[in-house]
């Protein structure tokens, strides 16, 4: 996603150049954290100005934000006809944006960090986390409706489901593959959900992947 326009005139902004801040912003993000992170490097790394990184951005905060939710790529949720289903495939996606992803490790001390900047921190729950948190929410509340989810109130089954996967990652230092996360969520819901299957373009394996009923 491109980086928000900031007000005021002048010549339109060069999106390669956002493009090439925010991975830059996103790498030194992965390996440091928001407390190393530093304009100059940013600066330095993508090959510009470091005035050009403020003119574009009023922190450092902000832009990490920005290079965060870029570097996610997107993570609306589109309604279909089985809830279930779309529950399965926003399992997938959050497991795929903040377990698997290089900055999986980082996101949590991020998160923190931002605590001090109460914009940034507000930009990030709206922007990173809500999108999918939201769309399973939903999703679960669509499954209730129709008696397909034995489990806990929507909004507690969703924070089960995302808050173990997290504990184990921050606090026990594991990481769950995607199916211990299933089985996570399973045991929350109480019942078997849909799993991700791997489409076979051309008869070879490694596809996308796709909802299938168990």
Not at 70 to 90: F, H, N, S
Not at 124 to 135: C, D, K, N
Request: with cysteine.
């Amino acid at each position: 996603m491109p980086a928000r326009q900031r007000p005021g005139g002048g010549r339109p902004r060069d999106a390669s150049l956002d493009e090439r801040i925010l991975a830059q912003t996103f790498a030194l993000l992965a390996a440091k954290g928001l407390r190393g992170l530093r304009a100059d490097e940013v600066a330095r790394g993508s090959g510009v100005p470091k005035s050009t990184i403020y003119r574009r951005w009023p922190s450092l905060a902000e832009l990490a934000v920005d290079a965060v939710d870029a570097a996610l790529g997107p993570r609306e949720c589109v309604a279909g006809p089985d809830p279930l289903a779309d529950l399965t495939e926003i399992i997938v996606k959050a497991h795929t944006a903040f377990v698997s992803s290089p900055l999986a490790p980082a996101l949590p001390q991020l998160a923190i960090e931002l605590a001090s900047h109460p914009e940034a921190a507000t930009s990030y729950r709206q922007r990173v986390i809500a999108p999918l948190r939201s769309g399973a929410i939903a999703a679960v509340r669509r499954a209730q409706a129709i008696g397909q989810w034995p489990g806990p109130d929507p909004v507690t089954s969703v924070d089960m489901m995302l808050g173990t996967v997290a504990y184990r990652m921050n606090y026990l230092g594991h990481t769950a593959d995607l199916e211990e996360t299933f089985e996570v969520a399973e045991a929350v819901a109480r019942r078997t959900l849909p799993r991700p299957a791997r489409s076979e373009p051309d008869g070879e394996p490694g596809g996308a992947a796709t909802a299938r009923l168990p």
